[in-house]
């Protein structure tokens, strides 16, 4: 278990010492981590592929966790790929087996809120769920995040979800003003209106980068 965080942390700082160590794991373990490399590296196409392997690998030794954990890291490649009907099947499928997981709930909302059929009634159930496990500051963000979220995709309500999102991100903790400012600036980008995101990058700079991601 060291040796696996380990190779997490090489992950994360994209160091080659990083296939020296991965020698040492074998099967899901493996595939696993080069794809949470390869994610970590931009390399979405090519994590896709280790993180697909992983999880079929879990689905034959019938390993419940590792294949939910299989299942939401393709979910996480496959929102960043804009491939929102494939992410929407995998994130519901771990929704629906653990729906008091945080994780599953807000994965299957990113989902279901990007798809051609966003369904409101689902999407304020998932909300309130959402809400009732939100009891960090991290969590509290998140949730505001959605809400913002759920006035542009299903409200249609650009100016509102943009000053939702403003508001966030002002007063959101330095390790977490990148969640409303990535959501902030996928809207803006959808309405050809990506200055809105510029005075974010000159007030607040490297905070804006992912420091603190979830496996």
Not at 98 to 103: A, F, I, L
Not at 125 to 142: P, R, V
Not at 148 to 154: D, T, W
């Amino acid at each position: 278990s060291i040796r696996y965080w380990l190779c997490s942390s090489l992950c994360r700082l994209q160091d080659s010492r990083f296939f020296e160590e991965i020698d040492y794991f074998e099967g899901y373990s493996k595939q696993f981590l080069l794809g949470f490399y390869h994610r970590w590296k931009k390399d979405y196409p090519k994590a896709q592929v280790y993180y697909e392997d992983a999880l079929h690998q879990s689905k034959e030794n019938r390993e419940k966790g590792y294949v939910a954990k299989a299942k939401h890291e393709l979910v996480i490649v496959k929102l960043l790929l804009k491939d929102y009907a494939g992410a929407l099947e995998l994130a519901q499928e771990n929704y629906e087996s653990q729906k008091t997981n945080k994780y599953h709930i807000e994965a299957f909302f990113k989902c279901l809120i990007r798809s051609n059929r966003p369904d409101r009634a689902v999407l304020a159930t998932l909300l309130s769920e959402y809400d009732s496990l939100a009891l960090d500051s991290k969590n509290k963000t998140i949730h505001r995040t959605l809400k913002a979220e759920f006035e542009y995709y299903v409200n249609k309500d650009f100016p509102k979800s943009v000053e939702m999102l403003r508001g966030i991100i002002d007063e959101a903790n330095s390790k977490i003003k990148y969640y409303p400012y990535c959501s902030l600036e996928e809207i803006t980008s959808r309405r050809d209106a990506k200055s809105i995101t510029l005075e974010f990058k000159g007030k607040y700079g490297d905070e804006l980068h992912i420091v603190d991601e979830d496996e």
